[in-house]
């Protein structure tokens, strides 16, 4: 049995009846998707990350003064703070969403800092040399003063980071609620990739091929993947190789998505892959997770269409293909500035007529991406290489 036929026993295999068309070209069916999926309230309850984003721009458009003013006080704290070398230079919008990896750095920063008082003190008593203990002590005495310090910059930046926090949860940002919905995406996608590679496992161990299955293999960092001027990065989820002697073959490319529209972009990346492979100077082996690769290893994926080496698993409860996000992946944005302001502050439509009118210039732009997508997972009445757990 191949991977596809026993994938078909065990998954929910995505045909072209699971093809769902909201007509994005009409406008009122644009317009009623965005005013359904966009609405405050339904991102809140459905995607609270999208919320946080749209909140926080909406913040800077009603009250930026006192937004950046907050930021900037917790800058000044982490910049004086690095410059007496007792935190690290950091900087806080790379952190919005997880302001308690913050805390958990001062925590790191407080031990190491008490740790490395507690070495020089075993260090002043092992030596008996004047010399050598008048160093250390000057260097106890520095390392002290630093704890001094960054005890009292410490509690400078946590009332600050309080401050922010209760600021924003004034507009429906609550940084509890951000981390556990992190954490609840995080283990879904763990969940997923465990579901899938046992799986996959299973399937090894029953075929008479004497296939080998490598999880998490990194063959984006070592190959520059570059497709329609977007550069691709990522390790792959899973490679069933075969092996005789001492060449590795890989069989097949086992991708694990959060959705079904995660494998549109994805398809896109892979005839990336492909391409750079093909062309790819083989002159030295590549050595990735232990395994040497050559040219005839990439064979399939070189000579063979992307359906016959890629298999995708996703976790789609809907178990639906929806065109419509090609739009808003590849022609529109939907929320910006001007979005946020025209739609949400001035109740006005005007941005999504202009938005809409993106759509219909781009209407052949997105048919060639979808036919594209069909072909390359081979979408048919009867299957395709796309599954759903």
């Known amino acids: 049995?191949?991977?596809?036929?026993?994938?078909?026993?065990?998954?929910?295999?995505?045909?072209?009846?699971?093809?769902?068309?909201?007509?994005?070209?009409?406008?009122?069916?644009?317009?009623?998707?965005?005013?359904?999926?966009?609405?405050?309230?339904?991102?809140?309850?459905?995607?609270?990350?999208?919320?946080?984003?749209?909140?926080?721009?909406?913040?800077?458009?009603?009250?930026?003064?006192?937004?950046?003013?907050?930021?900037?006080?917790?800058?000044?704290?982490?910049?004086?703070?690095?410059?007496?070398?007792?935190?690290?230079?950091?900087?806080?919008?790379?952190?919005?969403?997880?302001?308690?990896?913050?805390?958990?750095?001062?925590?790191?920063?407080?031990?190491?800092?008490?740790?490395?008082?507690?070495?020089?003190?075993?260090?002043?008593?092992?030596?008996?040399?004047?010399?050598?203990?008048?160093?250390?002590?000057q260097r106890i005495n520095n390392n002290h003063y630093k704890i001094i310090l960054f005890s009292k910059y410490q509690r400078e930046l946590l009332h600050l980071l309080h401050t922010f926090s209760e600021y924003e949860k004034n507009y429906g940002i609550d940084q509890k609620l951000i981390q556990i919905v992190n954490m609840e995406r995080k283990l879904i996608g763990k969940k997923s990739e465990y579901q899938a590679n046992e799986l996959i496992k299973k399937f090894i161990k029953q075929s008479n091929v004497p296939y080998i299955y490598r999880e998490n293999v990194d063959i984006f960092k070592y190959l520059y993947v570059q497709h329609k001027n977007k550069k691709y990065k990522g390790e792959i989820d899973g490679i069933i190789f075969t092996k005789e002697g001492n060449q590795w073959v890989i069989e097949y490319i086992i991708e694990v998505k959060s959705s079904i529209k995660a494998t549109f972009e994805d398809v896109q990346k892979m005839i990336g892959l492909q391409k750079v492979i093909s062309s790819y100077d083989f002159s030295e082996n590549m050595i990735i997770n232990d395994i040497q690769l050559n040219r005839k290893s990439f064979q399939k994926i070189i000579h063979k269409p992307l359906h016959e080496w890629m298999i995708y698993i996703c976790h789609d409860e809907n178990k639906t293909i929806d065109k419509s996000h090609l739009y808003f992946a590849y022609v529109t944005k939907i929320i910006d500035k001007e979005f946020i302001k025209n739609y949400y502050i001035d109740k006005k439509e005007d941005i999504l007529r202009k938005k809409h009118q993106l759509i219909l210039k781009n209407k052949k732009k997105i048919d060639t991406l979808f036919q594209t997508w069909k072909k390359s997972v081979c979408l048919t009445h009867n299957g395709s290489f796309v599954f759903t757990l």
């Open 1 to 137: 049995m191949d991977l596809h036929s026993y994938l078909c026993n065990y998954a929910y295999n995505i045909t072209s009846h699971n093809i769902e068309n909201q007509s994005m070209e009409n406008y009122d069916k644009f317009k009623g998707f965005i005013d359904q999926h966009y609405k405050l309230d339904y991102m809140k309850e459905h995607n609270y990350i999208k919320y946080v984003k749209v909140m926080r721009q909406k913040i800077v458009l009603l009250d930026g003064n006192s937004f950046h003013f907050l930021l900037e006080l917790i800058e000044k704290c982490i910049h004086k703070m690095s410059s007496y070398h007792i935190f690290f230079k950091i900087n806080i919008l790379k952190y919005l969403f997880n302001l308690d990896k913050i805390k958990r750095l001062l925590l790191l920063k407080e031990k190491n800092l008490r740790d490395t008082h507690i070495n020089f003190k075993k260090l002043y008593d092992k030596f008996e040399n004047k010399r050598v203990k008048f160093q250390i002590l």
